[in-house]
């Protein structure tokens, strides 16, 4: 069964993150609007008492022409005497009705987002199934010998994320040092879109499910193909290995074909032409240019074989905060051509980068626009400041931020999931005998889990980083919930139906690139890849799971969608323009 983002509540009150019993408690609905009304915190309340009766009635009747003029004092009000106004309207008119135009299209943005269905956030129960936390993100808190959390360190974060005051979370018992990333990000307010709180995913996968199995098997061969050049996967013996123990596991959601996964399948995902040609987008192969200056997409890579994190003493320290940094770079730049070099760029990245470059490769190929925009075939207007390559290009980098608000606060607040690092963990010392975990078979028995004890002497799933995962929880994906919303962006706005002119490949060895020679490659499925791309090349890294990636994509789908849908009361033309989620149903903003 796909999982899909919902934004309507669901219906199982059992399990729900800290606090969301006592704040659906406070929550009311108005019958007559048929609107949610969330609690408003303590902080909130003194904001709103600051602003105080003056403020709000200035609000209401402050929008005439001597208000506006009040904001520059050395101006005048013109009259209807004017010679420079000859025909009698007073620009303070058209500042007023403008003022008060802009005050009801902001009213009308402030209804939308009133109106939107009030979500209930549910979790999969594991931060309160197991009292020592192993299914619980815990990196960068002290641990003991096993690698489970201490308690009372576990508590300290607990108490600053269940009341979210930020002198707590400055209180809570690091390990080694390594400091928390952004813990609070997801209690920031947005003001344009759906707020962080008002968007949802659904729960992952329990710890001792056969799901959470079937992705931990998949994150092992990753970790063991990281050196296999994609163009390789449907002769390498090593790829067909790891294609037929994914066909055979108790719950692998990967996708078939006639129901097997194959070398063509292997870490794909089942979005709309994401199976059509190379594994890997035209948009982190092609080069481009950035305005005058041409950009090449080759990249300084990492040395074959280059894993982390395999030895138990170092795997430990990590867990408690240590932050190793001795990566080994290949002296050639290259294309992107494996596992380990996509890994290697997802380390790196501007978050957004990958989008911005394909809205660039684009806009340079003349790229279509979508048919619902209104300057899709004018005659006497070209697009520009809307429509245009600014707009456009500025969109991408505007939704990735308030995406990135979305799913932290999904990280912090709600899910609490572990990294697959700490999972790995648990894999080894069930298997040594050291500690008994509730581990499903299909990952204990799994032939990609003794390959890598023979490679490495270890049952510890090997990381393409040195320092490991960052020190945020698991799910969503950070990277996976950007793509989705600046993808969705460029949906909207170009024809999903076009092609990709002139589409190349790298060579054997990623020096150079090649036509690539195969069936057409639309704009829909090479965005839609290029999202799956970099949300799967942190798996690729052993930093997030499967269900990571793709709940995060939707996610920022979600996120983008809401924030279009506001924008589209600005327009002073029509807009109407269509897209495909990544779940293949069609929209209309």
């Known amino acids: 069964m796909k999982r899909r983002v919902s934004k309507h509540p669901q219906s199982d009150k059992s399990i729900l993150p800290e606090g969301a019993m006592e704040a659906e408690a ?11 009304v969330q609690p408003v915190s303590k902080t909130r309340r003194k904001f709103l008492g600051r602003v105080g009766a003056a403020t709000a009635a200035a609000i209401v009747t402050g929008a005439t022409s001597e208000t506006a003029l009040a904001q520059f004092p050395g101006g005048k009000k013109n009259t209807c005497d004017d010679p420079n106004f000859p025909f009698g309207v007073e620009p303070s008119d058209f500042a007023s009705n403008r003022y008060m135009k802009a005050y009801k299209c ?46 009372n360190a576990y508590a300290s974060l607990a108490r600053a994320r269940e009341s979210q005051d930020p002198d707590l979370f400055e209180q809570i018992t690091l390990g080694l040092g390594r400091p928390l990333t952004s813990p609070q990000a997801g209690l920031a307010m947005d003001l344009e879109g759906p707020d962080s709180h008002h968007v949802t995913m659904p729960p992952p996968p329990r710890f001792d499910s056969a799901e959470e199995a079937g992705e931990m098997v998949e994150l092992y061969w990753m970790a063991l193909l990281r050196d296999v050049n994609f163009s390789d996967w449907n002769s390498h013996p090593l790829a067909t290995q790891a294609a037929d123990e994914l066909s055979k596991l108790s719950d692998f959601r990967g996708p078939r074909e006639a129901g097997r996964v194959t070398p063509n399948t292997l870490f794909r995902s089942n979005t709309p032409e994401d199976l059509n040609g190379p594994w890997l987008s ?24 280059s894993d982390h994190m395999t030895s138990y003493d170092k795997w430990l320290a990590v867990q408690n ?24 760029w997802v380390h790196v990245d501007a978050l957004y980068q990958a989008y911005l470059q394909a809205c660039l490769i684009m806009l340079e190929q003349g790229t279509r626009l979508d048919p619902g925009l209104p300057l899709y ?24 931020t308030r995406a990135l608000k979305a799913v932290w606060y999904q990280k912090w ?49 090997p990381q393409a980083f040195p320092e490991g995962s960052p020190t945020h929880s698991s799910y969503g994906s950070g990277h996976a919930t950007v793509a989705g919303a600046c993808v969705t962006v460029l949906k909207a706005f170009f024809d999903e139906t076009d092609v990709i002119k002139n589409p190349l490949v790298p060579n054997a060895d990623g020096t150079a690139l ?9 704009v829909l499925g090479e965005l839609n890849k290029v999202a799956r791309n970099v949300a799967v090349g942190r798996n690729g890294a052993g930093v997030h799971w499967r269900t990571d990636a793709l709940g995060g994509m939707e996610l920022g789908e979600a996120v983008a969608i809401g924030i279009m849908q506001e924008h589209k009361l600005t327009y002073n033309d029509k807009v109407e323009m269509s897209l495909t989620k990544f779940d293949g149903t069609k929209i209309t903003i």
């Open 321 to 344: 905060g240590a932050s190793p940094n001795n990566d080994q770079f290949d002296s050639t730049p290259r294309y992107i051509r494996n596992l380990r070099d996509l890994a290697q």
């Open 514 to 522: 090649v036509p690539y020679d195969g069936p057409p490659l639309t």
């Open 377 to 400: 075939n004018a005659k006497a207007q070209a697009g520009f400041a809307q429509c245009g390559g600014p707009h456009i290009l500025s969109y991408v980098t505007e939704v990735a």
């Open 26 to 36: 406070q929550t009311t609905r108005n019958d007559s609007s048929h609107t949610a």
């Open 106 to 151: 902001r009213l009308e943005a402030a209804k939308m987002a009133q109106q939107r269905p009030l979500v209930r956030h549910i979790t999969n129960g594991d931060d309160v199934r197991y009292s020592n936390k192993i299914a619980s993100y815990t990196k960068a808190l002290p641990h003991n010998q096993l690698g489970e959390v201490d308690q």
């Open 413 to 461: 607040f709600v899910h609490h999931r572990l990294r697959p690092e700490e999972f790995g963990g648990r894999v080894h010392n069930h298997i040594t005998g050291a500690a008994s975990y509730p581990i499903h078979t299909d990952v204990l028995n799994s032939r990609a889990v003794q390959e890598v004890f023979k490679k490495y002497g270890t049952y510890l799933l």
């Open 282 to 305: 035209q948009f982190l192969i092609k080069d481009f240019y950035f305005g005058a200056n041409l950009f090449s997409q080759k990249m300084k890579t990492l040395v074959p074989g």
